[in-house]
């Protein structure tokens, strides 16, 4: 995803290491720019992840999600804010339950940065609809722009 200089892309490319080369991978829904992007892994399964960004689908709250071993992205939980501006990273070691954590971002709705500390839960499988965002207890000290994705 990302923007083609007239409009945002809803492309999607795998880099396989092996090769070399870049392999075109399933469209998401909606062209994102601004997105954050990630893997995570739940049961025994590995997941993509794109977190909201500008043009997508409910006002920048929009999550797509893809399991690595399917073809067709499909809707994540919406985030509870508008989210542009988010960086992923990942971690090898993961929580039960507990998938990623999004720390602050730019609000699109609100033209604000946010101080908000959000994690995704699954319960079960990605594809039922099992997962959801909480927001936690604390919040940032520092209010970020170019929020952090910590997928576990």
Known sequence: AGYTGSSNSNKMWYFHFKTRQWVEG?????GRRWAGCGTFDSGEETYIIAVGGTGTGNGG???EILNIRGNNWFDGPNMPF???????GSLAKSLEGEVAWVFGGTDIGASSVSDAILRLHCQGQPENGECQWIYHDQRLKDKRDYGKVITF
């Open 26 to 30: 399933p469209n998401l829904k909606f």
């Open 61 to 63: 709250k929009s999550v």
């Open 82 to 88: 508008s989210s542009e501006e988010t960086m992923v």
